[in-house]
């Protein structure tokens, strides 16, 4: 019971880590995005400069790729029942996978208009 407690842990920060990471990578195709709407005046020779953003002490609450926790356990607290440690792990693996694909799709983004 201990093992799989500490799995759970562990993918919990795992998740937390990509969290950060995915709003890093957004930040930076965003800001990427308008320095490019801008135009080209600023950097004549079309290079584009690093972009570096500040990673947030503030926890990511919300995201699209991202199952919500809170309401469902709530709800099945309320009714008496509690999530299994099994289904907890399932769905925290299915964000942790989600989270891994949405920063490789942002990382394409970011490749691609570096390269245009």
Do not use: C, F, W
């Not at 790729?65 to 709800?75: G, I, K, N, R, S």
């Amino acid at each position: 019971m201990d093992t799989l407690q500490e799995q759970l842990t562990a993918v919990n920060a795992k998740i937390e880590a990509m969290h950060q990471k995915i709003e890093v990578i957004s930040t930076q195709i965003a800001e990427l995005l308008t320095s490019t709407r801008l135009g080209s005046e600023s950097q004549p020779n079309g290079h584009i400069s690093s972009i570096s953003a500040p990673i947030s002490s503030a926890p990511v609450t919300t995201h699209r790729d991202v199952l919500e926790e809170e309401d469902h356990m709530a709800l099945n607290e309320a009714r008496g029942k509690s999530m299994s440690q099994e289904l907890q792990m399932q769905r925290l693996m299915a964000q942790l996978t989600a989270a891994y694909n949405r920063i490789a799709a942002l990382e394409e983004q970011l490749l691609a208009q570096r390269i245009h």
